[in-house]
């Protein structure tokens, strides 16, 4: 099988795990890197939690430290949905690999140099790290395949009315990463509230009773709750989308846009513009953006990759 490089940047919270945990179980992705992002948690936290949840799950892969701050705005967190501790205070054993101390950004460039022009990125946190590294070394845009992500919204947004919460992190940053001429798959909301598990599912994985399942059971309780206030389905899995993307594209569709982030709006700053509906389109055209999933091949898939833990 020839297996995908893929590198991982997160700002490590419940959803960011079933991402992970996701990952891991998948024989066709081909896991070079982790790098951690502030966002969901401070920095400390989600270097931490992305360790252990590596740890827990046997997924052996070196994290690296990456930005703890956006570029231009303040950081903004959720422990609503994610707990002050990013895991939804579940307690992970921690991790006794060694701390990595190199930067996110020059890691990643080295993983990139080291596959040849075959490196995918999935992000799913704020887009600070990338926006960073494409910074540092300009190169770093040929030597990438593609980035697939989890942010933004053709239509709507979370964090605000017009933005979701990973662009509005840091929309400068998002920006950069949009008009950096690489191949982006945009996993928005437009997708990821229809990717859920209910929480009939989430109970009869977390009844498997193995650490991992009963982490991810645990772990998503204050999420469920969220999603129950606002009206959602079940347990949206929004960073599992850009995985089962790249490793399942046929659960999903979307089409060709154009996208740029809103960086100096009041009402509409991190919005994701895109020309999909419109007369007018943007010159730059090279990101897809996913709009629809098939939810009960969706929600099998995650289930089954998670009961194989
Ligand atoms: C995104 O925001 C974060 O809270 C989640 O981890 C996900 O990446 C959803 O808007
Ligand atoms: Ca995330």
């Not at 579940?90 to 993983?111: C, F, G, I």
């Not at 494409?134 to 989890?150: A, D, S």
């Not at 994985?205 to 991992?212: H, L, M, N, S």
Request: aromatic share 8%.
């Amino acid at each position: 099988m020839n297996r995908i490089p893929i590198w991982f940047d997160t700002d490590l919270g419940v959803d960011d795990a079933v991402a992970l945990l996701s990952i891991g179980k998948l024989p066709n992705l081909d896991l070079r890197g982790i790098s951690a992002v502030a966002g969901n948690a401070e920095l400390c936290r989600t270097f931490e939690n992305a360790r252990n949840v590596c740890h827990l799950a046997g997924i052996h892969v070196p994290v690296y430290p990456g930005a703890e701050h956006p570029l231009f705005v303040p950081l903004h967190t959720a422990p609503l949905v994610h707990g002050e501790n990013g895991v939804g205070e579940v307690e992970l054993p921690p991790s006794p690999a060694p701390k990595e101390t190199k930067p996110a950004w020059d890691a990643l460039y080295e993983a990139a140099k080291a596959a040849e022009g075959e490196l995918q990125v999935i992000a799913v946190g704020p887009l600070t790290n990338l926006a960073i590294a494409f910074g540092k070394y300009p190169e770093l845009k040929t030597l990438l395949k593609r980035i697939l992500i989890m942010g933004g919204a053709a239509k709507g947004g979370n964090v605000t009315p017009a933005a979701e919460f990973n662009i509005y992190g840091d929309p400068h940053a998002a920006q950069m990463v949009f008009r950096a001429g690489v191949p982006v798959v945009m996993c928005g909301l437009d997708v990821t509230m229809k990717a859920y598990l209910t929480p009939a599912e989430v109970d009869e994985i977390g009844g498997r009773g193995t650490p991992v399942c009963r982490f991810f059971h645990d772990s998503n309780q204050l999420a469920l709750k969220f999603f129950e206030r606002i009206t959602a389905p079940g347990l949206c899995c929004h960073d599992t989308c850009p995985v089962l993307f790249l490793s399942c594209p046929e659960l999903f569709s979307g089409e060709e846009a154009g996208v740029y982030v809103e960086t100096r709006g009041t009402v509409t700053l991190g919005k994701t513009v895109t020309d999909l509906w419109s007369d007018k389109q943007f010159a730059d055209r090279h990101v897809f953006v996913v709009l629809d999933v098939d939810r009960n091949r969706f929600a099998a898939k995650v289930r089954e990759l998670l009961l194989a833990y």
